[in-house]
């Protein structure tokens, strides 16, 4: 639900929480949220006929997720996604499941173009992990340059008004009538002016990676 702090100081922050609200539901449709030790063994006894060793030995190490972990993130995606892959119409089906009271069609596509790091039409299990390790245990750092990633839209370097109008716009359909207050019709532009302006330093039209990660971490 927006805030009115949101409203006034916290842009950045909404485009990250939903990333990450999002990924958390994108986990839970895949049954994948309960990493607990009671279920742990359980799982992995499930899943060592499936997982594939030398590429979770590597993922282990390129990751921040432990081998018991990968174990059931490659089984319950190899269960979901017997392809091995996940296509666009897959992610805009899924969260259209979590938020039926709005569109989220838009920003489906906006984050599946993040996850697909290789642009090559579908989002691997490698994909999706690198992704998620970074989401949900990356530094700081690591979780602005992938948000960045994501309001880049035409991956140029830079976040021109226009991307990150699309990107407030997609968030407020996908939010639909789960907003509190109710948002103005201008709200996105005014949300994007704010934006520039505090992340625009030397005002050139453009917000660079350099000036988003300062203006976010301040």
């Known amino acids: 639900m927006l805030t009115l702090e949101w409203e006034s100081e916290g842009l950045q922050t909404v485009g990250i929480v939903v990333i990450i609200f999002a990924s958390l539901k994108l986990l839970h449709l895949l049954g994948l949220i309960d990493f607990s030790e009671d279920t ?98 990356g530094t700081v750092q690591e979780k602005l340059n992938w948000a960045f990633n994501l309001y880049d839209i035409n991956k140029d370097g830079y ?24 948002l103005k019709e201008d709200a996105p532009r005014q949300h994007v002016e704010t934006f520039f302006q505090k992340m625009d330093k030397n005002k050139d039209g453009v917000v660079t990676i ?5 203006s976010c971490q301040k």
């Open 210 to 214: 350099d000036e988003f990660i300062e």
């Open 40 to 137: 742990v063994e359980d799982e992995m006894e499930m899943a060592t006929i499936r997982h594939r060793p030398e590429a979770l030995e590597l993922l282990e190490a390129q990751s921040k997720f432990t081998k018991k972990e990968l174990q059931i993130l490659y089984r319950g995606f190899k269960n979901e996604c017997p392809s091995g892959v996940v296509n666009e119409e897959t992610f805009k089906e899924i969260y259209s499941q979590f938020f039926p009271q709005g569109d989220s069609t838009t920003y489906a596509h906006f984050l599946f173009n993040a996850f697909d790091t290789d642009h090559n039409g579908s989002v691997s299990f490698e994909d999706f992990v690198m992704g998620l390790s970074i989401l949900l245990r």
């Open 159 to 182: 976040i021109t008004k226009e991307e990150m109008l699309d990107i407030m716009k997609a968030i407020y359909d996908m939010m639909g009538k789960c907003t509190y207050p109710v």
